[in-house]
């Protein structure tokens, strides 16, 4: 898989390099940094399995901790400066190459602040921090995160 960037844990990707490697892309200011992955985050809650029939097998809660900042950018005048953001680019992608998708749950004892699921716009100089609920197969572990975005490349983070 081709990447815009491969990052360790704590290092911020800049939305300018996207306009860098593709000229065709807008240029962004901003950055987004994975912050930390925490796997059976609710060991006491109920299993995603019991909460979701869809799910065959056994599964545990997991937590990735992401921060966003928009740093504002060009607008025509009476504009709104803002961006839309999701947690719905975010990926866990795990050992046997298989990718993870995030869950909209909010389960008690999970992390907080919830990153939001549904479409929250974010104003031009703020930033935002969340942990985002993924349901990971039992005995499988996360390889990397992916931030999967419309019309630019995968960025990668690892632990080590």
């Not at 909010?106 to 985002?132: M, Q, V, W």
Request: net charge negative; charged share 25%.
């Amino acid at each position: 898989m081709r990447l815009a960037d491969q990052l360790k844990f704590g290092q911020r990707y800049d939305f300018k390099r996207d306009s860098e490697i593709d000229r065709t892309v807008s240029e962004q200011r901003g950055n987004v940094t994975v912050l930390e992955y925490r796997p059976n985050v609710v060991p006491a809650a109920e299993r995603p399995q019991e909460l979701h029939d869809y799910l065959v097998g056994s599964y545990f809660w997991s937590s990735l901790k992401v921060r966003i900042c928009h740093d504002g950018g060009e607008v025509e005048v009476g504009a709104d400066d803002s961006v839309s953001i999701s947690a719905w680019p975010w990926a866990l992608e795990l050992t046997d190459g298989s990718l993870v998708s995030p869950f909209d749950e909010d389960l008690s004892g999970f992390p907080k602040p919830l990153y939001p699921t549904d479409d929250e716009e974010l104003a031009a100089g703020a930033c935002r921090t969340g942990h985002i609920v993924f349901a990971v197969p039992d005995g499988q572990e996360v390889k990397r995160v992916l931030y999967i975005r419309q019309s630019s490349l995968p960025v990668a983070w690892m632990e080590q």
